[in-house]
């Protein structure tokens, strides 16, 4: 029986990590979920989890000393999976102490506590030795590596060498933006306080290996979208906007690209990294599904379109007309600052050394989520209730 300590599961990725693990390991795993339930976490995205007799919540935050090592008392807790972060890197821009104390100093009272209730005297090199089996796992994001150039203004098509080819397998007309990728060998150049945030915590999880030998492991995905995304995000965002006849608001030209992954092809990576990751490495996750904002904006507009036309039972969800839905809706605001311009990430080391690749092509991974958004209204209007509001007004108000 392995016992997961995964912090942040009320959010995003987490919550999907624990709906991933329950349903493939059933009854041979142990989940406790840690979480401060921010803005950016809703028990009820776990709620069916929650109901099974192997799977508990602990509400607290990351950076209490006391919650975390009660826990660790409690539980001989085997790994832990850090998903708990400010994530959002708007809200870095307004508010950045947030992120450091969160992101830094909340890994840190982790893996502090991970290092006390793991510690087992010496390995035969005299360095300090850790109970059997036991990993820390730190979720990070590419951002950490900063900004990619832009090469080519349309997508040309991708070239992957031989090594890579066979777990592409079956994926057609990859292309790209530009000639560099990130891999874990580019250097950390983080250019947001909320990517600064993240760099820091990963470099403070690496200070715990190399000088504690404790043992520990890094993946930095590209940009996620699935279900349970907070429609703070681009993806969520713009179709919780469209059927609510609000305008679409595109950063700049809308030229930056990101690498889009769905979010389950992230969970089977991060339970490779767990299972079979060697202690003390980085793993980079991504998509190989560079695509710029602008086009990710029309694409679901095109495709809420279709689903409403072709299934008129959705139409009642529509707070404006069915032909309002169309290019007009996109309005260019004001950049974000220091946007950084592209992501892309080069998987070939968790392809190779560990036989992960991305599953879900783009196409069907955003019918996916827009049918999941479609589908689960009542839980995009618990969470755009209060608050979301207010921010919304804030941060697009006067842009
Ligand atoms: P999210 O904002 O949806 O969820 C964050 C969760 O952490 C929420 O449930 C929140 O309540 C919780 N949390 C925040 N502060 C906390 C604290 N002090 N103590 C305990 N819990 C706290 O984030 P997400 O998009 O699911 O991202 C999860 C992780 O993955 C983050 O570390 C993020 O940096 C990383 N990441 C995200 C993406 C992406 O595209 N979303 C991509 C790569 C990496
Ligand atoms: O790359 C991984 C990162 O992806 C994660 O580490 C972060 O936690 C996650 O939030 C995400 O960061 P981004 O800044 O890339 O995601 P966001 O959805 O905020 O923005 C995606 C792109 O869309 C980005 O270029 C900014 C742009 N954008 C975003 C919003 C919210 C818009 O044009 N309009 C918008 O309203």
Redesign the pocket.
Known sequence: MITYLV????????SNFVKYITSKYGNDIKVIV?????Y??NINSIKEELELPNVSFVK????DYCVVKEIFDDNDIDFVV???????VDRSIENPKLFLE?NIL?TQNLLNCAREAWADGKDDTGKPAYKKGKKYLQ????EVYGSLEKDFDEAQPLHVDDELKQVIEGRHNLTTFGKKFFTEETPLSPRSPYSAS?TSADMIAMAYHHTYNFPVNITR????YGPYH?PE?LIPLVIHNILNGKKLPVYGKGLNVRDWLYVEDHCKAIDLVLRKGKIGEVYNIGGFNEESNINIVKLIIDTIARIMREEPKYQSLLNCNLEDINYDLITYVTDRPGHDMRYAIDPTKIATQLGWYPETPFTVGIEKTIRWNLDNQQWIDDVTSGDYQKYYEQMYGNR
């Open positions: 912090t942040g599961a009320a959010g995003f990725i987490g840690l979480d401060a339930l921010t950016a976490g607290g935050d990351i950076k850090n998903f708990a972060a400010e994530s959002h969160t909340g979720i990070s994001t590419d993240k995905c590209s940009n996620n907070f995000k």
